[in-house]
T-cell receptor, first 110, second 114 residues
Framework: SQKIEQNSEALNIQEGKTATLTCNYT??????LQWYRQDPGRGPVFLLL?????KEKRKERLKVTFDTTLKQSLFHITASQPADSATYLC?????????FGAGTTVTVRA | NAGVTQTPKFRVLKTGQSMTLLCAQD?????MYWYRQDPGMGLRLIHY???????AKGEVPDGYNVSRLKKQNFLLGLESAAPSQTSVYFC?????????????FGPGTRLTVL
């Protein structure tokens, strides 16, 4: 089956450090991957999309990479702040839909 | 623009009762989706629609029905609620389906079935 997996449920880091989240996929090659942020009690919000022919995408302090050899996308939050504390979801396309990973909850300590 | 709105925000049902969740979007999006989110399970697609008058099953459709009579609205129905349907329900819309367009999510409906 075509799976998308985020390799850790929770990540605790100190303010100012870089958080690195992993999204792995198996048994297929997605044309793109999307990353979303979800705060408690709210719906997910789109952050970034990276296509298979793009090695890296940046948005402010966020950086996403896409390694088709390793079948993996890495999501980095640099110079992390307590306001970055949230759950981050990756998603792969599936026909007209998206299939989401379970998410990684990031907690940034002041 | 209000974006995607969901009604109600909270609801408590007894087993066997029925209810309808309403999703509305004002972005003229063709595609709309209903998800449920449970702890540790992530977002799971219940049903979706690729345009007015169309619906299709997602990953976990059993026990739910949907209708898309108007482009801006997507209704999710529970005919006979079960405790296993206790969850947070999210509606989303997208302008481009599987073409890389982002999905816009509503604030969610927290449903408890006793």
């Amino acid at each position: 089956s075509q799976k998308i997996e985020q390799n850790s449920e929770a990540l605790n880091i100190q303010e100012g450090k870089t958080a690195t989240l992993t999204c792995n996929y198996t048994n297929y090659s997605p044309a793109y991957l999307q990353w979303y942020r979800q705060d408690p009690g709210r719906g997910p919000v789109f952050l970034l999309l990276i296509r298979e022919n793009e090695k890296e995408k940046r948005k402010e302090r966020l950086k996403v990479t896409f390694d088709t050899t390793l079948k993996q996308s890495l999501f980095h939050i640099t110079a992390s702040q307590p306001a970055d504390s949230a759950t981050y979801l990756c998603a792969r396309p599936a026909d007209y839909k998206l299939s989401f990973g379970a998410g990684t909850t990031v907690t940034v300590r002041a | 623009n209000a974006g995607v709105t969901q009604t109600p925000k909270f609801r408590v049902l007894k087993t066997g009762q029925s209810m309808t969740l309403l999703c509305a979007q004002d972005m003229n999006h063709e595609y709309m989706y209903w998800y449920r989110q449970d702890p540790g399970m992530g977002l799971r697609l219940i049903h979706y629609s690729v345009g007015e008058g169309t619906t299709a099953k997602g990953e976990v459709p059993d026990g739910y029905n949907v209708s898309r009579l108007k482009k801006q609205n997507f209704l999710l129905g529970l005919e006979s609620a079960a405790p296993s349907q206790t969850s947070v329900y999210f509606c989303a819309s997208s302008g481009g389906g599987g073409l890389g367009n982002e999905q816009f999510f509503g604030p969610g409906t927290r449903l408890t079935v006793l």
